[in-house]
């Protein structure tokens, strides 16, 4: 392979491991075939699909928006053919809007950059996408889907990194503040950073430094002041306080390969998914400490906390676990038809809706459409 197309394959496999497609115990494979199903475990899962529905090639979040009644799921169309070679840059990817109770397609919104990362700002009616393979972020207006772009990084700089052979930072996870309308995003790659984003004029506020390698996933306590980060590589959570955007202190997270946060303020626990031990941890956020750990499954990626649940997704695994929020316990493992990604919910009694994925193959494609489901609680 010529050392162009091997740089930029490995900037396609980063940004894809970095999203949580395949895990960091095996940074350049694809995520395994799903076990056999047993006819017990199809009849359970046949029992909690409320609905499911085939969207489009190349799912990632969807998040629920109440004054739109509707479902907002982000599609990249796929990486194409040629993907080792451009890594999707420039191709575009849509926008879905989803019907709560059928899942049928109500609306489409056409972005120029594919879009990985959702989140919402209900205050505003604003949706923000992330678009990992592009360094930017865009901001939609959901009550005209009109749409404003902002660049983490100039035309110079990522041909610079590129050449350089530097992953990163790219964009992750977003989070909004509504209380201030600030719009947090992780910079993941070889040197990580957190962007500061005016959710108002879509302007960078401040680029955060010193989160090593592999800033993954975000949590923001408006009351408390701080903003959590976990960072895969050294398997930490980092604490950052809101008004100096100072690091406060770093945590072991107490598992392998974390991904994802979810955050009881209430309660004062940080919970984290660890995709290489695949157990989600929970850090007391007073002190640091893990408090509990949940074995879920192989592969665990994202959490969703709704009413008196926890919801993880356990990619390799292919299940779906749910958790008493309060005492910890295993309440159930869904096995899903395929591999769970993303979760959302509409309200504390609605159970689960799950962005579905198809298995890649060596080129990170797959011409069978990803899909979105909804299961009971």
């Not at 909690?48 to 799912?59: C, E, F, S, T, Y």
């Not at 009109?146 to 035309?155: F, G, M, P, Y």
């Not at 500061?196 to 975000?218: Q, R, S």
């Not at 993880?312 to 395929?338: G, Y």
Request: charged share 20%.
């Amino acid at each position: 392979m010529p050392k162009t197309s091997f740089r930029r394959t490995r900037i396609l496999q980063g940004a894809l491991i970095a999203l949580g497609v395949v895990t960091l115990s095996a940074p350049w494979a694809v995520a395994g075939e799903p076990g056999q199903q047993q006819a017990g475990t199809q009849q359970q899962t046949a029992d909690r699909v409320v609905a499911q529905k085939d969207i489009d090639v190349g799912l990632y979040e969807l998040v629920f928006s109440p004054s739109q009644q509707s479902i907002y799921v982000a599609a990249t169309g796929g990486f194409g053919q040629g993907a080792s070679d451009n890594y999707g840059e420039g191709e575009g990817g849509n926008i879905y809007r989803l019907d709560p109770q059928t899942l049928e397609i109500k609306d489409t919104i056409r972005l120029d950059q594919k879009p990985f990362g959702l989140a919402l700002n209900e205050k505003t009616h604003t949706l923000f996408v992330g678009h990992t393979l592009d360094k930017s972020v865009s901001a939609i207006n959901l009550d005209d889907n009109t749409t404003r772009h902002l660049a983490l990084a100039t035309d110079a700089e990522k041909a610079e990194a590129k050449k350089n052979d530097v992953f990163g930072p790219n964009p992750r996870q977003l989070s909004v503040d509504e209380q201030s309308n600030t719009l947090y995003v992780t910079g993941v790659g070889d040197k990580s950073v957190l962007w500061v984003i005016d959710g108002e004029d879509l302007t960078l506020d401040d680029t955060i430094e010193g989160f090593g390698t592999w800033a993954t996933g975000l949590a923001v306590d408006h009351d408390a002041g701080r903003i959590y980060v976990s960072t895969m590589k050294d398997n930490a959570v980092r604490a950052v306080d809101m008004d100096s955007h100072r690091i406060l202190s770093k945590w072991s997270t107490g598992g392998e390969g974390p991904l994802n946060l979810a955050l009881d303020s209430d309660r004062h626990q940080l919970y984290v998914t660890n995709a290489n031990s695949g157990n989600v941890t929970i850090l007391d956020t007073q002190n640091g400490k893990v408090v509990d750990t949940l074995k879920s499954g192989e592969g665990t990626l994202a959490l969703m906390l709704t009413g008196d649940r926890l919801y993880v997704t356990n990619r390799k695994a292919q299940t779906v676990t749910l958790f008493d929020r309060e005492s910890h316990k295993l309440l159930d493992t869904i096995t899903t038809p395929l591999m769970p990604n993303s979760l959302t919910a509409i309200s504390d009694v609605s159970g689960a809706y799950v962005s579905l994925k198809q298995k890649l193959d060596e080129n990170h494609q797959t011409d069978k459409p990803d899909s979105v489901i909804h299961i009971k609680p």
